[in-house]
């Protein structure tokens, strides 16, 4: 069974600052996907980034690139120029690509962006 | 679009008593999941849908049913709540939206739920 590990419950960062988020996850698979979640106080799951197992080239969106390393199974966040609107619970999640609608979640972690 | 929608937002129920917590999606999406959240925890699955009439448990579906008659709608049913399901409850589908990333699961902004 596959199983997705966020090692850090918490973190913080100071304002315009750079922090990384760790995941590792476990999979027999060769074809899967990968995404971070935001989750805000308000509850709502925001998707961050998305990475696809077969590209190598590391998925970036503004402010949020990730460093997926497929042979450690490793699939990292880093959050650049940390905004107070950053603050949140961050979720790593994995999907094998024939198993659309199961996402795998690690527990979290949660960050704190202080001013 | 209204993406994926949730009803209610909130509810209390006493132990025995039995619910439905709706989901519809107006975005076309084949695949529509339900997954519980715990503090502490990550979201768990509890069952999903990859078209309608076909249903299959997830990680945690014991206490709930759920059916698929239509691509919109994906209702899941609680027969007799437990104080073990309170929980906040995600529905999500996923598919393809114009000029967004392909398969990523949408999420509805949830129902939390506590059992006396």
């Known amino acids: 069974a596959q199983t997705v590990t966020q090692s850090q419950p918490e973190m913080s960062v100071q304002e315009a600052e750079t922090v990384t988020l760790s995941c590792t996850y476990d999979?027999?698979?060769?074809?899967?996907?990968l995404f971070w979640y935001k989750q805000p106080p308000s509850r709502q799951m925001i998707l961050v980034i998305r990475?696809?197992?077969?590209?190598?080239q590391n998925a970036t969106e503004n402010r949020f690139s990730v460093n997926f390393q497929k042979a450690a199974k490793s699939f990292s966040l880093k959050i650049s120029d940390s905004q107070l609107g950053d603050t949140a619970m961050y979720f790593c999640?994995?999907?094998?690509?024939?198993?659309?609608?199961?996402?795998?979640f690690g527990k979290g972690t949660k960050l704190s962006v202080k001013p | 679009n209204a993406g994926v929608t949730q009803t209610p937002k909130f509810q209390v129920l006493k132990t025995g008593q039995s619910m439905t917590l709706q989901c519809a999606q107006d975005?076309?999406?084949?695949?529509m999941s339900w997954y519980r959240q715990d503090p502490g925890m990550g979201l768990r699955l509890i069952h999903y849908?990859?078209?309608?009439?076909?249903?299959d448990q997830g990680e945690v579906p014991n206490g709930y049913n759920v059916s698929r008659s239509t691509t919109e709608d994906f209702p899941l049913r609680l027969l007799s709540a437990a104080p073990s399901q309170t929980s906040v409850y995600f529905c999500?589908?996923?598919?393809?939206?114009?000029?967004?990333?392909?398969?990523?699961?949408?999420f509805g902004p949830g129902t939390r739920l506590l059992v006396l």
């Open positions: 999640a994995f999907m094998n690509r024939g198993s659309q609608g199961n996402l795998i």
């Open positions: 999979t027999s698979e060769s074809n899967y996907y």
């Open positions: 990475q696809e197992a077969y590209k190598q």
């Open positions: 975005m076309n999406h084949e695949y």
């Open positions: 849908s990859v078209g309608a009439g076909i249903t």
């Open positions: 999500a589908s996923m598919g393809t939206l114009v000029g967004g990333p392909q398969e990523t699961q949408y």
